[in-house]
């Protein structure tokens, strides 16, 4: 004989507007995921962003100062350059006197300070100062040539340091 048994079995009906639903609120919840994480990324990125500006903020403001500080301590320097160059026209052959003038121009070439070149060029008053006018000392000299300098100029990288006193032809 054969044993029969009998199962039953529950039915479960889901209605396919249920399923939509379920469906519906998911895909509003990963839109609205999707959406903080883009309003996330945005921030951080406005944040580094800002971040990195105030860094190279910081960098100008640094390099600003320094420099500033440069220039302070080089036109302090300047004075002591014009009195051995003073004792130089005074007495060329003096070697101590020589020795002074190459340390410091050695010193002035590795913290960036150079002299403006005057005599020969024509008047700018970015880098000259003309304290005098007179006639030319040759026909073939232009007018507003610089025939002398009376105080050297100089610059610090890109800026003038101190403009050159010179005198100018007519």
Do not use: C, W
Not at 60 to 84: F, G, Q, T, Y
């Amino acid at each position: 004989m054969e044993d029969k048994k009998e199962v039953e079995i529950e039915s479960v009906s889901v209605k396919k507007e249920e399923i939509k639903d379920s469906e519906n609120k998911q895909t509003e919840i990963i839109e609205q995921l999707n959406s903080k994480i883009a309003e996330l990324n945005d921030k951080y990125l406005r944040i580094a962003a800002e971040l990195e500006n105030t860094r190279r903020r910081a960098n100008l403001d640094i390099e600003s100062v320094s420099r500033n500080r440069a220039m302070e301590i080089a036109e302090k320097i300047l004075p002591v350059m014009d009195a051995v160059d003073a004792a130089l026209k005074h007495n060329p052959n003096d070697e101590g006197i020589q020795t002074m003038q190459r340390a410091l121009q050695n010193a002035f070439a590795q913290i960036g300070i150079t002299k403006i070149e005057s005599v020969g060029e024509i008047l700018n008053p970015q880098f000259h100062n003309a304290i005098q006018m007179t006639d030319k000392p040759t026909p073939e000299t232009k007018t507003n040539t610089v025939i002398e300098e009376l105080q050297s100029g100089y610059m610090f990288g890109d800026s003038v340091l101190r403009t050159a006193m010179v005198i100018v032809s007519k």
